[in-house]
């Protein structure tokens, strides 16, 4: 009996301790942050989510604008479309300045296929003089988001927007589409959102030197959420391609006299005149009533050279093979014209309104030769054949592109990153074999069409100790919890060196 009742008191610090464990392990997981993230393996749920998340890309102010308005404000962002409608969406928007406020509403439009479940919305609406603030309301809760005013100078008369880069590894395509289109009096702006380091060194100088524009396409990323939301990365057409483009139209709206959507392995040589402008102006003069052209792809190869020094245009055009196959083409826009694009186009822009350049076509160098005779095994996928080239490219533009790369290739700093440039493919093959088992295959081969958003999201891209990269980076920030839609955006975009050669 006596062993009992000193026993009581144990069984009693024993239940206390474990219940102090208990609650502490409660309030650990308690505090540790809730994922709300849902998985979607078949690329095909319509669930309907008790909130719409949004990432914005970006917010551009217009004091004047010949399509806009006066202080016009123009959103791009992607936007879940399955949760709520996003069909003529709107939304209430502040605008302030030192003195005064607006409010006002946005209408919108979207881009792309509805089987996506995050979509590029582009909304627009007017605002306060001189805007110094601005946020998005919903429902008395408010969100102050960043905008910047567009631009109303460009450096050259037509723009080429060129869609995001990922693993980007294909130089010699970049040196021949940037000194053919200065040769037409065209400027790239390039979308970047990972790239191998002495790669991004060259475009960095080349954007040095005038030619190019960088400009960071960042990885859509929710940094705060109290609902569920669908990883958006994930579940987006092709990298949110079309809100990179609609994000370039929306930033030279007001600048440039036309603006291009083309790839980076898209590259136009103009047939009848010198410029790009004259050309386009010259289709456009003689079809009334037309505002945008839209240009074919056909499918080429050509001989690579394996280093900068190696690398002649002369030798590359003379390598070029042409096929019979042309494409789904892009478009050439008059801004004015155009508020917001698609990959191809705008299905806001009636096709009547274009002019189907039948000649020349887009010059599509997707997948080149190395220069000891090695074909890349993802061409094999396409069962393309090659013959002459059917294009033309004038002798004095050649002559004239070749004394332009000689004369960046003998720049000291120039000559310095050259022998460090990848002298051979690896990420081509991994991502072309992986769009074309995703998506390609079975639309253009079997034929059997795909149900999922177009997106390759999953690739596994395997990284390299010999060849880092750069990848686009920023600060992430979530609104407050809004109905319908909770909004996310960035600020202070930067290159970082430590996440790798992703997507």
Same mark, same amino acid.
């Given at each position: 009996m ?16 474990n ?19 849902l ?5 095909t749920s319509?669930?309907k989510?008790?909130?719409?998340h ?31 409608? !996003?069909?003529? %969406?709107t939304f209430?928007?502040? @605008? ?5 406020s607006?409010? *006002? =509403?946005?209408? +919108?439009?979207t ?6 479940r ?22 008395g809760v ?6 910047r005013?567009?631009?109303?100078s460009?450096p ?19 040196? !021949?589409?940037? %000194?053919?289109?200065?040769?037409? @009096?065209?400027?790239?702006?390039i979308?970047?959102? *990972? =790239?191998?380091? +002495? ?11 005038g ?13 705060n959420?109290k ?56 289709v456009?003069?003689?079809n ?6 839209f ?17 002649s ?7 070029l093979?042409?096929?019979q ?8 826009v008059?801004?004015?014209?155009y ?5 191809h ?21 997707q997948?080149?030769?190395?220069k ?20 033309t ?11 332009d790369i ?14 460090f ?16 088992d ?18 390759a ?11 880092k ?35």
């Amino acid at each position: 009996m006596r062993w009992f009742i000193n026993y009581k008191p144990c069984l009693l610090i024993i239940l206390i301790f474990n219940s102090v464990i208990l609650l502490f392990i409660l309030i650990r997981k308690s505090s540790q942050p809730f994922s709300n993230i849902l998985t979607d393996p078949s690329g095909t749920s319509r669930e309907k989510l008790p909130v719409s998340h949004a990432f914005i890309n970006s917010v551009y102010y217009y004091p004047t604008s010949k399509s806009l308005g006066e202080n016009a404000l123009a959103f791009t962002m992607a936007i879940d479309q399955h949760s709520y409608s !996003m069909k003529n %969406h709107t939304f209430t928007v502040l @605008g302030y300045n030192s003195t005064d406020s607006v409010e *006002s =509403i946005a209408t +919108s439009q979207t881009e792309g296929i509805s089987r996506c479940r995050y979509v590029t919305m582009m909304a627009r609406t007017n605002t306060v003089e001189n805007l110094e603030k601005l946020k998005i309301e919903s429902q008395g809760v408010s969100v102050e988001v960043p905008f910047r005013i567009a631009r109303y100078s460009a450096p050259k008369p037509v723009i080429i927007c060129i869609s995001p880069q990922f693993a980007a590894e294909q130089w010699q395509m970049f040196v !021949m589409h940037v %000194h053919a289109a200065n040769r037409f @009096g065209g400027h790239l702006h390039i979308y970047l959102t *990972s =790239i191998i380091e +002495s790669y991004f060194q060259l475009m960095q100088e080349y954007e040095r030197q005038g030619y190019i524009t960088l400009d960071y396409w960042l990885r859509m990323k929710f940094s705060n959420t109290k609902t569920p939301y669908y990883e958006p990365n994930e579940n987006v057409e092709w990298r949110h391609q079309a809100g990179a483009q609609t994000d370039c139209l929306l930033q030279y709206k007001e600048a440039a006299e036309y603006i291009a959507f083309f790839d980076m392995d898209d590259i136009l040589f103009p047939k009848n005149y010198p410029t790009y402008l004259e050309e386009f102006n010259s289709v456009l003069a003689a079809n009334p009533g037309k505002n945008y052209l839209f240009y074919g792809r056909r499918e080429h190869e050509f001989v690579k050279a394996s280093t900068l020094t190696e690398f002649s245009f002369t030798e590359l055009v003379q390598s070029l093979r042409s096929s019979q196959t042309v494409k789904r083409g892009k478009v050439v826009v008059r801004p004015e014209a155009y508020n917001s694009t698609w990959i191809h186009n705008s299905k806001h822009v009636s096709f009547e309104t274009s002019v189907q350049v039948k000649s020349p076509t887009l010059v599509h160098v997707q997948l080149p030769v190395d220069k000891n005779g090695k074909r890349n095994d993802s061409r094999d996928l396409w069962k393309i054949k090659f013959g002459p080239l059917n294009e033309t490219i004038r002798e004095d533009d050649i002559r004239a592109i070749e004394d332009d790369i000689n004369r960046i290739k003998n720049l000291a700093v120039i000559s310095s990153i050259g022998p460090f440039l990848p002298s051979s493919d690896f990420y081509l093959p991994i991502v072309f074999k992986c769009y074309f088992d995703s998506f390609y295959k079975d639309t253009f081969v079997t034929k059997i069409g795909v149900r999922r958003c177009p997106n390759a999201d999953i690739c596994d891209l395997p990284q390299r100790e010999d060849y880092k990269c750069i990848h686009s980076d920023a600060q992430y920030y979530s609104g407050p919890d809004m109905q319908p839609v909770t909004y996310h955006f960035t600020t202070d975009s930067f290159w970082s060196k430590d996440i790798g050669c992703y997507q």
